[in-house]
């Protein structure tokens, strides 16, 4: 047992993902299908295998069909089998893998598939519309909100209280777009952008322009989760899950000061202290927080507690500073996948791709992505409903 | 990305494959309509509105002065205690200004918006509103602001009734501060 009374060890077997597009002729059925056949494929096991099944996918009002789950249980292989679904907003990504731990860690499952799904493009005019339904219809609703506002409002705080200028959090625009080259399932891979681009992009809603933004997209990515005895019998390269870690702030978000997620930070020291790590930038080695925008990656690289608080763009004043910081081969290699500014966001697919890149990193199969400093321990984090949740995952080759 | 696999599935369409047929497609317009009962706190908060008044409620033991309004504190996990009237000014804690609507279509006329912390209220409970009246150079973080009512005879109980927060003007609202 370990400090938080964890009963057993769960490691990370196998992994899969589709291509992230705008748009995709396959069902969301679909797509959950190739992800998590992917996954057991190269787990190396069948659907006979899996005890149980953990669904992640974000709000029903995308795809028009209450009971999201459900509908999407026959692709994600839950037929017949223990099936559940788990939701919270943008964090669901991250959260789905911690659902599935927990029913590995309990003794109740030997192996769990874990599977995330997202298809935004069925809405229209835009899924923008129905994520408005997240407001308060009685305090916010009414003022016309868009659902950018809120992040709008939480970078210009950002920028206000630790004197950061739009120029740096652009680079990590820059960054990810540019690293998604390598990411054979990216959506906006653009080699050649430039911090100029970001700033020259049409403006959104001030401070946020068109290139700080992740782009809507249809997805699916899966996991295999496995109990200690039989993660070692499929495979001689185990990730394991040391450290998972939530915690939700209120949802009354103009209540609290948005330069800091204090919620993330909590969730950080959750996972931290299951995986005993003291010193989060010395003993981890590849991370891969939330970017929906990219400001985003700032304050979550703040939350994890990887830097300091304010201190993640500290000298970085172009391209070559946050290459040197946070690239592949830098101090502290940052979304290495090139995350969901440049992989694509569908919402919980997005999450779960950041865990399986990981994954990926841990066992040396990244391929062109590979991080330089031969990683052992990573860590993965969303984000999401109303800048109020932060998931964690903290995994150690 | 793992190095092993080689393929990954997904076939793109674009939207134009999807409405001009390409792709075969099964539209609906589901119709979901509602009435939300306000509830307690905020149907007196509403009810205030109306008047040209702002209230909150204060939880004794924590202190706080919440607005908008509820009957139970989340921090101390117990009733909140007394209805209290907080001002119509306050201090930008932040803005942006939107060229959005709702379903994210381009807006002809950019809205500034903001959070507002307003007096009386407890440092750092702010409440969402339009700003108006002001150059979108000169908001700023710490701005003071005051609300613009609709006429009385036009309001209905609803955060509308507020058009938007406007720059406080000299003299105005002293008794607020960041």
């Known amino acids: 047992m370990s400090a938080l009374g964890v009963k057993r060890k769960v490691a990370v077997v196998g992994a899969g993902i589709t291509l992230f597009r705008r748009r995709l002729k396959e069902t969301g059925r679909e797509l959950s299908f190739y992800a998590a056949k992917m996954a057991l494929d190269t787990a190396g096991i069948t659907l006979a295998d899996v005890d149980a099944v953990v669904c992640g996918t974000a709000p029903d009002a995308f795809d028009g069909v209450h009971m999201k789950g459900e509908y999407l249980l026959d692709g994600m292989g839950g037929h017949k089998k223990p099936f559940v679904r788990v939701y919270v907003g943008g964090g669901t990504g991250v959260f789905t893998p911690i659902a599935a731990w927990w029913h590995v860690a309990s003794g109740h499952f030997d192996i769990v598939l874990a599977v995330a799904e997202e298809k935004m493009s069925s809405c229209f005019p835009h899924p923008q519309k129905a994520f408005t339904t997240i407001f308060d219809p009685m305090l916010t609703r009414p003022l016309g909100a868009n659902l950018v506002w809120i992040f709008a409002l939480e970078m210009q705080r950002y920028m206000h209280v630790h004197g950061v200028k739009k120029e740096q959090i652009a680079t990590i625009a820059v960054k990810n777009k540019r690293n998604a080259v390598d990411h054979p399932c990216a959506q906006l891979a653009d080699p050649k952008i430039t911090v100029q681009d970001v700033l020259n992009s049409e403006v959104m809603v001030w401070p946020v322009q068109r290139l700080d933004i992740s782009p809507p997209s249809d997805g699916a990515a899966a996991i295999v989760l496995a109990a200690e005895h039989v993660a070692k019998r499929l495979t001689n390269d185990p990730v394991w899950i040391e450290g998972v870690g939530w915690c939700l702030d209120s949802t009354y978000w103009t209540n609290r000061d948005l330069y800091y997620p204090k919620y993330v930070e909590y969730a950080a020291r959750m996972a931290y202290k299951m995986a005993g790590i003291k010193n989060p930038p010395k003993e981890i080695d590849v991370a891969e927080p939330y970017d929906p925008f990219d400001y985003k990656e700032a304050h979550h690289a703040e939350g994890l507690m990887l830097v300091r608080k304010g201190e993640y763009l500290k000298d970085v004043k172009d391209e070559n500073d946050i290459f040197a910081k946070y690239g592949r081969d830098g101090d502290l290699p940052i979304c290495p996948s090139g995350g969901l500014l440049g992989v694509g966001n569908p919402i919980a697919a997005a999450g779960m791709m950041k865990i399986c890149e990981i994954f990926w990193q841990l066992r040396k199969e990244a391929g062109k992505r590979q991080v330089k400093n031969d990683p052992r321990t990573g860590v993965a984090q969303a984000w999401g409903d109303l800048m109020q949740v932060g998931t964690v995952v903290v995994m150690r080759a | ?178």
């Open chain 2, 1 to 178: 990305m793992s190095a092993r696999i080689k393929e990954y599935r997904g076939t793109y369409v674009s939207r134009k494959d999807l409405e001009e047929g390409r792709v075969p497609a099964v539209r609906d317009k589901p119709e979901a309509r509602y009435a939300w009962a306000a509830g307690v706190a905020m149907g007196r908060f509403l009810a205030e509105l109306k008047e040209g008044r702002i209230i909150g409620r204060r939880c004794r033991r924590c202190g706080r002065v919440l607005v908008p309004p509820r009957m139970f504190c989340e921090w101390c996990f117990r009733p909140t205690d007394e209805w209290v009237y907080v001002r119509d000014t306050g201090t930008v804690l932040t803005y942006s200004i939107s060229h959005l609507g709702p379903a994210a279509e381009r807006i002809e006329e950019p809205i500034p918006i903001a959070v507002i912390q307003l007096d009386g209220a407890s440092p750092g409970v702010g409440m969402l509103h339009k700003l108006g009246e002001v150059k979108f150079e000169e908001i700023r973080i710490g701005m003071r602001v005051k609300a613009v009512w609709k006429p009385p005879e036009e309001r209905e109980g609803a955060i509308t009734d507020i058009l938007y927060f406007r720059p406080l003007k000299e003299g105005e609202g002293q008794e607020g501060g960041e």
